[in-house]
């Protein structure tokens, strides 16, 4: 799991948080200590779809160097062997009597599997990450507050906000400081930011009320944390989502 760049005559450092005004950028190369997933957050991306656009496979390793497409479509290999999957089991398909019968001993528990997952896909059970008042609020469209700060003292607990695995611990990425990013479904991940300490490493799996890391000031003025949700990959407000 490995992945960030910037295009302009003068290139800005590839952990940069802003791209440069006026331009758009189609791609990003990958630097040393790079995720997938780190890259997805900083463009506002959703990993899946980056991963697709570019042919990656789980578990999503890149290699410093590696040109990341931001935009596009999944290539046409893909949809080719995927075209390829669904057709196979119609060539080996057994008589007409056989299906129908194995049709309606299977039909009902297929979907009832089906149901349950779609249900399940989004649902998280959120925490609060930190004691503390919210100093500053979720703006939608403002690249400055896509999260919310709570203020705190050094050495604080940061807690995980709900089940998941960790995917990014590091300090690669501009204006966040020292950072942790859970995962905790197909759908949502959390970000916690300016830590003076994190105690978990990528793919620790943690439980929603676990110390992860210690609150700090790093990447900022004065000790906070800065903490984001991600649902598919855009910043949502985390008011709307904790108890």
């Known amino acids: 799991m490995?992945?960030?760049?910037?295009?302009?005559?003068?290139?800005?450092?590839?952990?940069?948080?802003?791209?440069?005004?006026?331009?758009?950028?189609?791609?990003?190369?990958?630097?040393?200590?790079?995720?997938?997933?780190?890259?997805?957050?900083?463009?506002?991306?959703?990993?899946?779809?980056?991963?697709?656009?570019?042919?990656?496979p789980s578990p999503y390793k890149i290699y410093p160097g590696q040109r990341i497409r931001l935009s596009g479509s999944a290539p046409s290999k893909s949809v080719t062997s995927a075209a390829k999957k669904q057709k196979a089991p119609v060539a080996k398909a057994k008589p007409a009597a056989t299906q129908t019968t194995t049709a309606k001993k299977s039909l009902t528990p297929k979907v009832k599997r089906q149901t349950a997952s779609s249900s399940q896909k989004g649902s998280v059970r959120w925490r609060w990450p930190a004691k503390g008042k919210v100093i500053s609020h979720f703006r939608s469209g403002d690249p400055l507050r896509k999260g919310v700060d709570i203020a705190g003292e050094k050495g604080e607990a940061v807690l995980a906000a709900a089940d998941g695995t960790v995917i990014y611990a590091g300090s690669a990425l501009r204006?966040?400081?020292k950072l942790l990013i859970v995962k905790h479904n197909e759908v949502y991940l959390s970000a916690y930011a300016h830590n003076h300490r994190l105690l978990v490493k990528e793919g620790s799996r943690v439980k929603a009320g676990q110390r992860i890391a210690e609150l700090g000031s790093s990447g900022t003025d004065r000790d906070k944390l800065h903490f984001e949700i991600r649902k598919n990959g855009q910043p949502v407000d985390p008011l709307a989502y904790l108890p």
Request: aromatic content about 8%.
């Open 2 to 56: 490995q992945a960030l760049s910037s295009c302009s005559s003068h290139k800005a450092p590839s952990s940069s948080l802003r791209q440069p005004p006026g331009i758009k950028i189609t791609h990003h190369t990958v630097s040393k200590g790079d995720t997938l997933y780190a890259i997805a957050w900083r463009y506002g991306k959703n990993f899946r779809q980056l991963a697709a656009i570019n042919g990656i």
């Open 175 to 177: 204006g966040y400081g």
